[in-house]
């Protein structure tokens, strides 16, 4: 079999360390795929160089490969089957990310973009980790702050004006010509601010639930019963959709998902995202049913609801969430925003935080902008 045959060509060392992938690789539930793999796969050809002791077994080889994406997929079968340890590929990767971005600067943007990143950016990661967990989107974020903070001292640079002298006239009108700078761009005008590097530019003011940021109710219903209702709609679109018109939540909670969230007693069903389950109205609980019966391609045994198809142990990558409902006209951000809206307006703050995930001054926010009264929980809510 291929597989054999590319494992006979490694030292017996290594053969040894990676018997349980050469196992897990005979195993795959489409051996006809295994059959071509060895000679097409370029992430077959780096473990081709790790059996032959090429390239070392370890995160840091692995980290160093010029083929990025092959080494990766490599790395999560190699951490599935015990041959490496695991490691928080999150930090390691925006580390490593960081490490390729910041040299080659000049020193006018050096000294101001390379404390930002590595201090105040890594920093508040952490502090957002710690509230609010890790998500897909975390180091997205992260990444997203830094380019912003670069592209404007790129452009100062450019108008050989320097952060410190550059009065707020220049901020207004950058913001002007690229206004979807001004989210990120915040974070990096706070610092500047707040360590002496900026004194004559405000600070952008948070923007906070915003009704601009979501379907009108009329718009909303109309996407839950095409959620509920279209069976043209992929399944895990559907899911998604469901699941953020209903708890505001992103589309990375659909992502995380695991069969042990669940509670089927077959005549309903209960999720728990948050501290306490709440339950799922018709038709979730038969989507779900039929997610949990789809064949599956690597991890069969997997606790993920939605098993990634390439990165052995662990999901899929929430991004197709969204694309998903992008491809379909659907934005999931004007989606939550209308869920927020709808659930702000009969929840009280603390459920409606532990239903959303979102923080308590934020959920008394949201409650604002719903402009609404409440008195108890609504019927979707456990007791």
């Known amino acids: 079999m291929a597989v054999n045959e590319l494992f006979a060509d490694g030292t017996p060392a290594r053969r040894v360390a990676l018997e349980p992938l050469r196992v897990r690789l005979l195993h795959h539930p489409e051996p006809k795929s295994m059959v071509l793999w060895p000679k097409r796969s370029a992430s077959a050809g780096i473990l081709a160089q790790i059996l032959r002791e090429e390239i070392a077994l370890t995160h840091d080889a692995l980290d160093e490969h010029p083929v990025t994406q092959a080494a990766s997929l490599l790395r999560h079968a190699l951490v599935d089957v015990g041959a490496l340890t695991p490691r928080d590929d999150g ?11 910041l040299p080659g600067q000049p020193e006018e943007i ?6 930002f990143c590595r201090w105040d950016v890594t920093a508040r990661t952490r502090l957002m980790i ?7 989107g975390t180091f997205v974020r992260a990444r997203r702050i830094c380019r912003s903070a ?22 207004d009108y950058y913001l002007e010509d690229h206004p979807r700078e001004r989210e990120h761009l915040r974070n990096f005008l706070r610092w500047a601010a707040e360590s002496g590097h900026a004194t004559r530019i405000r600070p952008v003011p948070a923007k906070w639930a915003d009704p601009s940021t979501s379907y009108p109710m009329h718009i909303y219903r109309d996407w839950m019963t095409r959620f509920e209702t279209d069976e043209t709609i992929p399944l895990r679109a559907r899911i998604c959709g469901l699941i953020a018109g209903t708890t505001g939540r992103p589309s990375s909670t659909t992502a995380k998902l695991t ?11 209960t999720l728990q995202i948050g501290k306490s389950p709440f339950q799922l109205r018709n038709p979730l609980p038969a989507l779900i ?8 391609r690597w991890d069969i045994e997997s606790d993920w609801l939605f098993p990634s198809k390439l990165r052995a142990g662990t999901h899929t990558d929430y991004s197709s969430f969204v694309k998903d409902l992008q491809q379909l006209g659907c934005s999931v951000v004007a989606l939550r925003g209308a869920a927020l809206v709808n659930l702000a307006a009969t ?9 959303t995930g979102i923080s308590v001054n934020v959920a008394a926010r949201w409650q604002v902008v719903a402009a609404a009264a409440y008195s108890q929980y ?6």
Do not use: C, K, Y
């Open 259 to 269: 069969r042990s969230m669940i509670d089927d007693t077959g005549h309903r069903m």
């Open 110 to 115: 050096s000294q101001l973009l390379n404390p």
């Open 91 to 101: 930090w390691a990767g925006f580390n490593l990310w960081l490490d390729r971005f």
């Open 150 to 171: 670069h592209r404007f001292l790129a452009h100062l640079h450019a108008q050989n004006v320097a952060l410190l002298d550059a009065p707020q006239s220049v901020l």
């Open 289 to 296: 049913r039929r997610q949990l019966d789809e064949p599956r």
């Open 378 to 383: 609504p019927a979707l809510r456990l007791d």
């Open 130 to 136: 710690r509230r609010n967990g890790l998500t897909d």
């Open 347 to 355: 929840m009280p703050v603390g459920p409606l935080a532990d239903l």
